[in-house]
């Protein structure tokens, strides 16, 4: 298994653009590598990006069966746009069973929620590749501060953050540039996007955190599809592939 030096790859990265971090990635990794999306506010970016270097990247797509129309609407309005390859991820128990066993989970446990609904078929679709691109970026919440262009995760996967340094205003201006569309809830205040109950996802007020609107007032931030891969603590400079 190939080894990295991550220290010396993110000193490297934090001067390069985004679009060289992914053509490193699709080197690296394909075609082992897939990108995932929520198909959220701001995800046409990332996915434009990546499929103008790569068009046949996977992308993976967890469709908790709780996502807002308007979310999967835009899903299909970029998939045709972009000519997408879709990988769509699921949870073992369809949506209408969950509900009719657990009732609204999201309001009394969300945790406990998101763990069947997300992080479960998502962990699951992952076991599939070597690489994993997102779109994440460290101002968008706490738990995102510290995180790396390329990380190391227990030693089985590579997770590849190519907009970390990117801003709204960046996100918006490319956005204009290639004409690409916007997720129609966005102009209603929802400017991080993800399932639909109130207490997962809620408009903001002008002055508020973007992400202030996810799980308000449960004092959750993440899903935990970002965090619940613990990074290697003891080598973090190097891993096998
Ligand atoms: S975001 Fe809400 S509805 Fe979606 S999986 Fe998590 S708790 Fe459940």
């Not at 209408?96 to 679709?125: M, Q, S, T, W």
């Not at 960046?170 to 204009?176: L, P, S, T």
């Not at 540039?177 to 639909?196: A, F, N, Q, R, T």
Request: aromatic fraction near 10%; hydrophobic fraction near 35%.
């Amino acid at each position: 298994m190939k080894t990295y030096d991550y220290e010396k790859l993110n000193r490297e990265f934090e001067t390069k653009p985004a679009e060289d971090i992914i053509r490193w990635a699709v080197k690296e990794f394909s075609p082992d590598l897939a990108m995932s999306t929520s198909f959220g506010a701001e995800s046409a970016v990332l996915l434009h990006l990546a499929t103008q270097i790569h068009p046949s990247l996977t992308v993976l797509f967890t469709n908790t069966g709780f996502h807002f129309k308007e979310t999967l609407e835009h899903r299909d309005n970029l998939v045709k746009r972009l000519k997408l390859n879709v990988r769509e991820l699921k949870p073992e128990i369809p949506n209408a069973e969950f509900l009719a066993k657990n009732g609204r989970l999201y309001e009394r446990d969300p945790d406990a929620c998101c763990a069947v609904n997300k992080i479960a078929p998502f962990e699951k679709g992952l076991k599939n590749y070597k690489a994993w691109i997102t779109g994440i970026r460290r101002n968008q919440a706490d738990t995102r501060k510290s995180s790396q262009f390329v990380e190391n995760y227990r030693n089985e996967l590579v997770k590849v953050n190519p907009l970390l340094t990117w801003t709204s205003r960046m996100f918006w201006d490319y956005a204009k540039k290639y004409d690409l569309p916007y997720h129609p809830l966005w102009e209603k205040g929802y400017l991080s996007i993800g399932c639909s109950p109130e207490n997962c996802t809620r408009p903001v007020k002008l002055g508020e955190d973007p992400r202030a609107g996810r799980w308000s007032g449960t004092g959750k931030v993440e899903c935990g599809i970002h965090t619940f891969l613990k990074m290697e603590e003891n080598n973090p400079s190097s891993a096998p592939k």
